[in-house]
Each structure stands twice: as structure tokens, then as C-alpha cells.
């Protein structure tokens, strides 16, 4: 492939908590000047197919991707796993466990909100979430901005959604630690996404990502909207160290998410040589492949 010049390596369509469809998810980015896109939709490669075909007539390089909601020592912990086999039995197993929970928690959510006032109900939710197979409190968010109970999505999690909030309720997620393993069986390549992000720095720190390098993990997002530029050299020197790949991304989601439009950050071209190569080499163990999309 001809060398690219923008990647973003990081982003939703309305198969998860994103607002566009996966096709045009990747209008827009050939419209933003994009070469490469990834689609990591959460928990789901249900986006893949349409995003493929649009890929090839927007003459935009698709990566396919997934990022799987997990736990690191017991907190949540968002992995990104770039050009696994979907069809893989144990990956298919842990999305599917990750998605039932995902739907099971959705109605105790509703109760706990009727609990304090607020009428709602998990049509309402469901009615926000057309096409997404992987159901989330941003749909949440969204059905008590479209009941006038919020202005935002933002506000809704800082008021209900958050944990320790009125409308929080736990759900279903594997280890990082096991799904490491189960990304590169499937012939992937495990990078964390926003690793500073929402949680204390402290929980992951160098000893713990060169403990996740040990389990395979390749790569570390950087770049991210939610890391300050002090603690994105922080994290830059620590993966530098530790040899680990860097990945800048918009984590684009659509209407749903402010400031971070595509190609907001940016992946560096050798560090997706490296990761594609990386893809390449753990298909070849795996004896499983996903290639990414090429234009034509
Ligand atoms: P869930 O996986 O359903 O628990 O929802 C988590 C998703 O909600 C994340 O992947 C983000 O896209 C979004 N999210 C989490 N916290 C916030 C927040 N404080 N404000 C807006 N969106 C958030
Ligand atoms: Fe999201
Ligand atoms: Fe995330
Ligand atoms: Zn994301």
C-alpha cells in the first residue's frame, strides 16, 4: 500500500455508542482527509462488512478493529484489538457474555432511575439505540436527554451514570489479562486504549503495562482526547522504554462525544507499519488472518 499520511486508529459507529453508520463513518473520514481509519466499535465487529464496502469506494485504508470493555485489577480497562479473526470461538464467546451483559443490565438500570423520579423505561433506550448491538449508558444518556431530564451526555453521566451515581449498575467484563491472550489466539494485536483516560494514572502505571506487554500487549493510545499533553510525554517516554507501539486516535463518536473529531490525533505511519506487521505475525501463529482493506 502507498504510504499513508493520516491515521486515526479509533473509532465508533451506531453498531455501539457512536451516531453514524459504519458506512458513513468512513465517508466522513475520507472527507477529513483520513488515509487509514480503524473501526473499534465496543464489543462488536457487526459494523465490519459495511464499513469495508464503503472503504473501497471512499478509497480510504480500513482497519478493522473492536475496542472490548475489560477489567484491570478490578477496574474497567478498554482494550483495543486490531484485525482479530471475528469467527474466533473463544473471542465470539466473551463479546457474546460482554453483550448479553450489556442487555441485562439495561433494566435494572431503568428501575434504579424510576427509583428516584425519573420515568423511564428501556423502550425509550431502545428507541436511542437503533442498529447498535452493543447497548450502553450512552444510550441511557441519551433517552434522558431526549425525556428533557439532561441537556448532554456528559451531564447525564456526571449526574446518574457514573459509578457511585444514582442509575450506575455493574456489568459483565473479562480480565485484561485473559483477553490478551484470547486477541492474539485470534490472531490480533492488543493495544489499551486511553489508559490515562477517565481512571487514576496510578492504576497503570510502567510496571503494570510491561506486566500486559508480557501477555501480549503491543501497543499503547497516546494520543487520546483525555490525556493532557504532560501526561501524554509521560506515557509516550513509558511505552518508548518498554518498546511498546504508540497509537494516537480521535475515539470519534460521531454527535455523541465533543472534541474528538476525526483525526483530532493521529497514528504515526511506522508505528502502523509495526502494528500491521505485528497483525501479520500473530495471523501467521494463529493461523488466522483479517486483512486490513486496501483501496483499490
Ligand atoms: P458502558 O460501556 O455502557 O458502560 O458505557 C461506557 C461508554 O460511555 C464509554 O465507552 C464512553 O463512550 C462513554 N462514557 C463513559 N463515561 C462518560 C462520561 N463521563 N461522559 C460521556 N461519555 C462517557
Ligand atoms: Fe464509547
Ligand atoms: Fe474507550
Ligand atoms: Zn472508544
Redesign the pocket.
Known amino acids: 500500500m502507498s504510504v499513508p499520511v493520516r491515521i486515526d486508529l479509533h473509532t465508533?459507529s451506531d453498531r455501539?455508542?457512536g451516531t453514524d453508520s459504519p458506512g458513513d463513518l468512513v465517508r466522513a473520514a475520507a472527507a477529513a482527509g483520513l488515509d487509514v481509519v480503524a473501526l473499534t466499535d465496543?464489543?462488536t465487529s457487526v459494523g465490519w462488512d459495511e464499513a469495508a464496502g464503503a472503504a473501497v469506494e471512499a478509497g480510504v485504508v480500513l482497519v478493522r478493529g473492536m475496542?472490548i470493555?475489560c477489567l484491570h485489577a478490578g477496574r474497567?480497562l478498554?482494550l483495543l484489538a486490531y484485525l482479530p479473526d471475528p469467527d474466533h470461538p473463544r473471542l465470539q464467546g466473551e463479546l457474546r457474555r460482554i453483550v448479553e451483559g450489556?442487555d441485562h443490565?439495561l433494566p435494572a438500570m431503568c428501575a434504579r432511575l424510576r427509583q428516584i423520579g425519573i420515568p423511564i423505561d428501556e423502550d425509550q433506550v431502545a428507541a436511542q439505540a437503533a442498529g447498535t448491538a452493543?447497548?450502553?449508558?450512552?444510550?441511557?444518556?441519551d433517552a434522558l436527554v431526549a425525556l428533557g431530564v439532561v441537556a448532554h451526555?456528559?451531564e447525564?453521566?456526571?449526574r446518574f451514570?457514573?459509578p457511585g451515581r444514582p442509575g450506575y449498575v455493574r456489568?459483565y467484563a473479562p480480565d485484561v489479562t485473559a483477553m490478551l491472550g484470547i486477541v492474539r489466539d485470534a490472531g490480533g494485536v492488543p493495544v489499551v486504549a486511553h489508559p490515562w483516560g477517565?481512571t487514576d494514572p496510578s492504576a497503570l502505571q510502567e510496571e503494570g503495562l510491561a506486566g500486559l506487554q508480557q501477555l501480549g500487549l503491543a501497543g499503547v493510545e497516546v494520543d487520546h482526547q483525555d490525556h493532557a499533553p504532560r501526561r501524554r510525554e509521560e506515557l509516550r517516554a513509558i511505552a518508548g522504554n518498554l518498546g511498546l507501539l504508540v497509537t494516537g486516535s480521535s475515539?470519534y463518536?460521531g454527535t455523541?462525544?465533543k472534541d474528538h473529531d476525526l483525526g483530532c490525533n493521529t497514528t504515526a505511519p511506522d508505528q502502523l507499519e509495526l502494528l500491521l506487521e505485528r497483525a501479520r505475525e500473530a495471523a501467521r501463529v494463529a493461523g488466522r488472518r483479517t486483512p486490513e482493506v486496501v483501496r483499490p
Open positions: 465508533h455501539s455508542d465496543h464489543d475496542e470493555s474497567p478498554h450489556r443490565r452493543a447497548l450502553g449508558r450512552p444510550h441511557v444518556a451526555r456528559d447525564a453521566f456526571e451514570l457514573s456489568r477517565r475515539d463518536h455523541g462525544k
